[in-house]
């Protein structure tokens, strides 16, 4: 098909926005995963945060226009919503990020059939709460494994609102008659809506129904999973599943090597733990020996006591936009 | 929180159907029972803090959740999993399944840090050998990593007999105090509480010690002692930190009762925590505008100009209120990417006066309607302009609304009638100006004038 010259004018505009706007995103991300510029992020990880943001937001936008054809994307004020600022909706993008690379480097490196790990156990199970969550669980794993995109419905139901509306709010700028059906629009999406399958929460209520039943499978990544491995590290701790995922993330051992030493993980248990998600080929021979002569040597309340620091340095970072004293590093 | 056995999946979920008020409109047997237990009414409110707390966020979002919830009653404590769906104004709510824990433990280290870091105080921790292993909150030396992992009394400025006063207390074991301490090369007396902390084993694990503004020995006699050279009371240095370690403390402990389940409430309890909470937190934003005022009014205040770029200072403002606008469906419209007008200002104050202006606006503006942050350059003179869709300010009013604590016959907005007078004092000290017109819809539009960069 060929473009008239109109077309493209509004294609390189479309563009020139895009890419202002992925600049800053650029600059915020940043910001924000390394506040004290210690490790700068990696192009990928910009690039893929960068897509799925726009992505997500898209699909809110075919939504709320009732538009479906990949021809007509809407993108003519993406740039202008703002959503790329919010922290909380950056750092949900950045966990999903950690999540999938971690999973990845647990697919290649553990050794335990997929039909042998927890999740896959329970779906046999009579209760149907428990197959259910069990089948979530594997559902995300398997999104996660195969880098599917992210929709609108994937987002936690605070971050969904505020974004719906923030769309409905830019549609209704750029048609003013359409206000009454944008919002008709987004109730229903609204509604269509359900937080039992979003990231993190199979596995947070599977862990509330299994209870302690599997406490020394839960401290095994290979046969518990990824998503019960990390719930049962934030449900320990007291910290929430995407913080965890982004610690495991950190190009450093230490982090991972502290939270799994104030949840009490044994050390060969730990060094099992750091070989399939940190990932075996990323270990150095520096890291094994600093691992292995420093794993025992911390104390476990030393461990405690930092991991509240982080906890405490992340909930200001969140509510205040900026990080605190002392984030990981 | 400490699981202490798997949870009991119900063969039926309890449910229950509730207005977008929390209401009670249907009820099963046991919800009825739950809803009694912690002091509800048949068709009440309900009662049980955590379920009414997620119904009402249910209500808000029109949105399904699935989440835990804590239920505590006077026997026992239990983790539900609750899912919820929102239909023809109605909160559809179910109970899947409970599981007995626990009831969390109150965790005093992290919200004494927590407390310090927002009163504007600093602690340290030690560990058993004295050595300093991190420190929270306003610490005043900002070389403060070289002090980690070294004797704690290298970032202490001590005499003789205050060093002799902290070793000998730290063999004691015991809690201890120590008066007028100063931290290395700064000239702030502080005071210093220190309090053992144990492992579970029963042995000293270190020390945490917690320094707040030191008070003249002569604060209850000598009234002149709380006068600066120019016989103005230090508000910001003396009173206003004194004022903020009570105020934290309410703060934190109304929250906690009345969002952290410490066991069952009755509604009205829950709602007067909240009360509580929001009275303390605006008695803390006085307290920072009382500072503010204080400083403003010194004669030789001056602030630090700097390049900064207008547009930028914007976007910031817009994404710290997001959350706050998204709350009442009102959309920030900010500059372009492309638009950039430099100043020379001080960033931190222009920040001040925008976030001033912008919550303002946000404050007075109908739900749903639009603020619009716009950017110029006019001759040596840049300009950012803030106009909202509220219902502008009187012709009357256009300079009264600079004075001081002046309301406009408002009250109970959680407004002290400082900011505006702080902004306009802030804009003029940075060589600019702040004035209000009205905007082509009716409303407001503010203007912050500073010198173009």
């Known amino acids: ?329 | 929180m400490a699981i202490v056995s798997s949870a009991s999946i119900l063969v039926q979920p309890i449910t229950g159907e509730l207005s977008a008020e929390g209401r009670l409109l249907r009820a099963d047997p046991q919800l009825q029972s739950m809803q009694f237990a912690a002091g509800g009414e048949e068709s009440g409110v309900l009662a049980v803090p955590g379920l009414l707390e997620i119904v009402m966020l249910t209500a808000r979002l029109k949105m399904a959740l699935s989440r835990p919830v804590i239920v505590a009653d006077v026997e026992e404590c239990n983790e539900v999993w609750v899912e919820t769906r929102w239909q023809d104004d109605v909160v559809y709510l179910s109970i899947l399944s409970r599981r007995p824990v626990d009831i969390p433990d109150d965790d005093d280290l992290h919200r004494e840090v927590e407390i310090d870091t927002l009163s504007g105080y600093f602690s340290a921790l030690l560990d058993a050998d004295s050595l300093l292993i991190s420190l929270e909150g306003a610490f005043p030396h900002a070389a403060d990593r070289q002090f980690i992992g070294r004797p704690v009394e290298g970032m202490l400025g001590l005499d003789a007999a205050q060093r002799k006063a902290l070793n000998d207390g730290i063999s004691s074991e015991q809690a201890f105090q120590l008066d007028n301490v100063t931290v290395k090369d700064r000239p702030d007396e502080y005071m210093l509480k220190a309090r053992p902390l144990y492992r579970e084993t029963g042995n000293l694990a270190g020390y945490r010690l917690s320094f707040s503004p030191a008070q003249p020995a002569d604060w209850a006699e000598d009234s002149s002692a709380r006068r600066s050279d120019h016989g103005r009371i230090l508000f910001g240095r003396e009173l206003a930190p004194v004022l903020r370690q009570p105020l934290g403390r309410i703060i934190a402990n109304a929250e906690t009762i009345g969002v952290k389940l410490q066991g069952p409430l009755r509604d009205n309890y829950a709602v007067y925590a909240r009360d509580i909470a929001n009275a303390a937190k605006h008695l803390v934003a006085l307290v920072d505008d009382l500072g503010d005022l204080e400083a403003v009014e010194q004669p030789d205040f001056e602030t630090a100009p700097d390049k900064i770029e207008l547009g930028d200072v914007a976007h910031r403002v817009a994404g710290l209120l997001a959350l706050k606008a998204a709350d009442h469906q009102i959309e920030i419209i900010l500059p372009g990417d492309g638009e950039k007008v430099p100043a020379v200002a001080e960033f931190r104050r222009v920040l001040q006066i925008l976030l001033n202006l912008v919550t303002n606006a946000i404050r007075y503006s109908p739900d749903g309607s639009k603020v619009q942050i716009d950017i110029a350059k006019l001759d040596d003179t840049a300009c950012i302009t803030i106009s909202d869709e509220g219902n502008g300010v009187a012709e009357e009013d256009r300079e009264k609304i600079f004075g001081k604590f002046e309301r406009l016959g408002r009250s109970g907005d959680g407004g002290s009638g400082l900011g505006l007078y702080i902004s306009r004092k802030l804009a003029r000290a940075m060589g600019g100006d702040l004035t209000v017109s009205q905007a082509r819809g009716g409303g407001a539009i503010f203007a912050l004038t500073l010198p173009a960069g």
Request: charged letters at 25%; aromatic letters at 6%.
């Open chain 1, 1 to 329: 098909m060929q473009n008239r010259p109109e077309q493209l004018d509004g294609l390189l505009d479309a563009a020139s926005f895009h890419a202002r706007d992925n600049e800053r995103l650029c600059a915020d991300v940043a910001a924000m995963l390394f506040p004290r510029a210690e490790n700068p992020p990696s192009e990928k990880m910009l690039a893929e945060i960068t897509a799925q943001l726009t992505h997500i937001a898209v699909s809110l936008e075919r939504e709320i226009r009732g538009t479906s054809s990949a021809d007509d994307a809407p993108t003519s004020f993406l740039p202008g919503l703002g959503f790329q600022h919010d922290p909380a909706l950056v750092d949900f993008l950045i966990a999903r990020h950690a999540e999938r690379q971690i999973e990845a480097r647990l697919m290649a490196n553990s050794d335990v059939m997929l039909a042998d790990t927890l999740p896959a156990r329970l779906l046999a199970d009579g209760h149907h709460e428990i197959a259910e969550a069990a089948q979530a669980i594997l559902v995300n794993s398997s999104m996660n494994r195969r880098r599917g995109k992210l929709d609108w419905s994937a987002l936690p139901p605070e971050q969904l609102h505020m974004l719906s509306w923030r769309v409905v709010a830019s549609v209704q700028r750029a048609v003013p008659d359409s206000g009454d059906s944008a919002r008709s629009k987004v109730q229903t999406l609204l509604t269509r809506y359900d937080e039992a399958a979003v990231a993190g929460n199979p596995a947070r209520k599977m862990l509330h129904l299994i209870g302690t039943s599997f406490d020394d499978e839960l401290c095994d990544a290979a046969n518990a999973g990824l998503a019960l491995f990390v719930a049962h590290l934030a449900a320990s701790l007291k910290l929430d599943e995407d913080h965890i995922l982004q610690l495991i993330d950190r190009p450093s051992i230490a982090a991972f090597a502290v939270i799994q030493k104030a949840a009490g993980l044994k050390a060969d248990q730990a060094m099992q733990n750091l070989r399939l998600l940190f990932g075996f080929d990323r270990l150095t021979p520096r890291d094994i020996a600093l691992f292995e002569g420093g794993f025992d040597a911390l104390k476990r309340d030393d461990a405690v006591g930092e991991v509240k620091n982080w906890r405490t340095s992340r909930d200001e970072y969140l509510a205040t936009s900026r990080p605190g004293q002392t984030w990981p590093s």
